[in-house]
Structures are given as structure tokens and as C-alpha cells.
């Protein structure tokens, strides 16, 4: 497969793990609420407005054990980075620069005469996707752990019985 092909291949599955974790979060934040218009509170919002909502809505949730509350909000962090270099690749233009033709976006930056140019890293976005494919993970585990009544599964003790 040539550089380019697989560049766009790997950007897809990329920003369908991304689209799937903002879709986990969506539903983490929505439960949380504890209301039927929960939907209300991330409905046109932008990722990072979903996570702060998710991170307020936690820490506020009495029934929420500590173990879980650590849980999500690590999650929230490392989803917020992960969002934050998604941006890097999605939010731009396709270009090339150089004698090499290094393919990369650029986007215009405010009060900025030249564009930004940021290379395709093949390697940095398989390990981008990798990483919003664990973290789609935690937030599946939070969000059934939300719609549990946060059992205490982190617990050394913990036992079904």
C-alpha cells in the first residue's frame, strides 16, 4: 500500500475509535446526570465540553465509589490528550511540504501570516488509535459501572456473593 493510501486508512480507523469514544462518553455523561434530560447537557456540545461535563457530574455523585470516581476522572484526562492530538490530524487541510512531498495538514492559526503545518506520523496515529480504542474500553467499563450503581468491582474484597 503506498504512504498516502495508508495514511488514509489509518486517519479512518482513527477517527471512527475517536467518534466511538465520544459516543461513550456522551452516554457516561447522560447516565450520570440521573435525569431524563441528561441529553440536554451534551446535546451540540464539542468533546471537551462532554468531558468537563463528565468530570463535574462525577465528582458530584455521592453514590459514586472512590475507586470509580478516580477511575473516570483518570479516563477524562487521558481522553482529553487523546482529543487534543486527534485535533492535530483532523483539523486541516491535506498537504504536502518539502522536496519529499511529507504529507501533513495545515490549517490557518489566528493572527498567524503562514499556515501551520503538522506531518502524518503512520506510527503516531496507529498509536493514537490504539490508544482511543483502550480508552473506549475504560469509558465502556465506567458507563456500565454507572448504570450498576457503581459496584465496588475495583475493590480487593470485592465478592458476587
Not at 440536554?40 to 472512590?66: F, N, W, Y
Request: aromatic content about 6%; some cysteine.
Amino acid at each position: 500500500m503506498r504512504t498516502d493510501e495508508a495514511l488514509d486508512v489509518h486517519l479512518g480507523k482513527m477517527v471512527r475509535q475517536a467518534s466511538t469514544l465520544e459516543y461513550f462518553l456522551e452516554q457516561i455523561a447522560k447516565e450520570l446526570s440521573g435525569s431524563p434530560y441528561g441529553a440536554l447537557l451534551v446535546s451540540g456540545q464539542s468533546v471537551g465540553q462532554v468531558i468537563e461535563a463528565c468530570k463535574a457530574l462525577i465528582v458530584a455523585r455521592p453514590d459514586a465509589t472512590d475507586e470509580w470516581r478516580a477511575k473516570l476522572l483518570k479516563a477524562a484526562k487521558e481522553s482529553r490528550d487523546a482529543f487534543d492530538r486527534r485535533n492535530q490530524y483532523v483539523h486541516g487541510t491535506v498537504s504536502w511540504r518539502g522536496l519529499d512531498g511529507i504529507p501533513g495538514t495545515s490549517r490557518s492559526r489566528k493572527l498567524k501570516a503562514e499556515p501551520e503545518f503538522v506531518p502524518l506520523d503512520l506510527k503516531d496515529l496507529e498509536s493514537l488509535t490504539r490508544e482511543l480504542r483502550r480508552l473506549t474500553f475504560e469509558a465502556g467499563a465506567c458507563l456500565a459501572a454507572i448504570l450498576q450503581d457503581f459496584p465496588d468491582i475495583l475493590a480487593e474484597d470485592y465478592s458476587d456473593d
